[in-house]
């Protein structure tokens, strides 16, 4: 009689630890599938208007963003340069991880300088896009970090 409410006693044990558990994966469930749909579509309100989605992020990129870098960008790296895409040049997104910062403070200015020094990383682009040479510039350090700013922005959304 005794080993039978031991058993009894058990058993219900197990159906309350298996109902807690389940509780708290389907909390977990939820909690986790309404982070990801808030992710995805976020409302607010700026300057009194309500606004949806991209244009958040669009207003987060535009109040993070280097206006100088992109300034720089826009009038001397355009023209080749794209973040994301291969225009004449490579697409520059994630460069700042890519290369150590004295080595592109040394290549924007004067590339040719880098690639006749022999430095094979130099060297194996340029061959890799046609040996197209990339204009020399006169940027200051402080000018430069602007551009690397902007790109590094642009390269995280
Ligand atoms: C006339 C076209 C041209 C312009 C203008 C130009 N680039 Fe380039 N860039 C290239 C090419 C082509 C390469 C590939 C290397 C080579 O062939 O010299 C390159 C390579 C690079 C690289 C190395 C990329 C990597 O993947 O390691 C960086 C960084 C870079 N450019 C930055 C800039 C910046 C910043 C500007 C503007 C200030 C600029 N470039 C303007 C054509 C250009």
Not at 12 to 19: C, D, E, G, P, W
Not at 25 to 47: H, N, P, R, T
Not at 58 to 76: A, E, V
Not at 84 to 93: E, Q
């Amino acid at each position: 009689m005794k080993r039978k409410y031991q058993l009894i006693l058990i058993f219900k044990m197990i159906t309350l630890i298996s109902a807690f558990a389940i509780m708290v994966s389907l909390f977990a469930f939820y909690s986790i599938k309404e982070k990801k749909q808030s992710e995805q579509f976020v409302c607010g309100v700026v300057d009194e208007r309500p606004i949806c989605g991209n244009a958040i992020r669009q207003m987060k990129i535009s109040l993070i963003i280097n206006k100088t870098g992109q300034r720089l960008f826009q009038d001397s790296c355009r023209a080749c340069h794209s973040i994301h895409d291969v225009v004449v040049g490579p697409a520059l997104k994630d460069v700042v991880k890519r290369r150590p910062k004295k080595w592109l403070y040394k290549f924007i200015n004067n590339s040719s300088a880098v690639i006749k020094s022999g430095d094979p990383y130099a060297v194996e682009l340029f061959n890799k896009f046609g040996k197209a040479e990339m204009k020399n510039f006169n940027f200051t350090k402080a000018e430069i970090d602007s551009i690397l700013d902007y790109i590094k922005v642009e390269s995280d959304y």
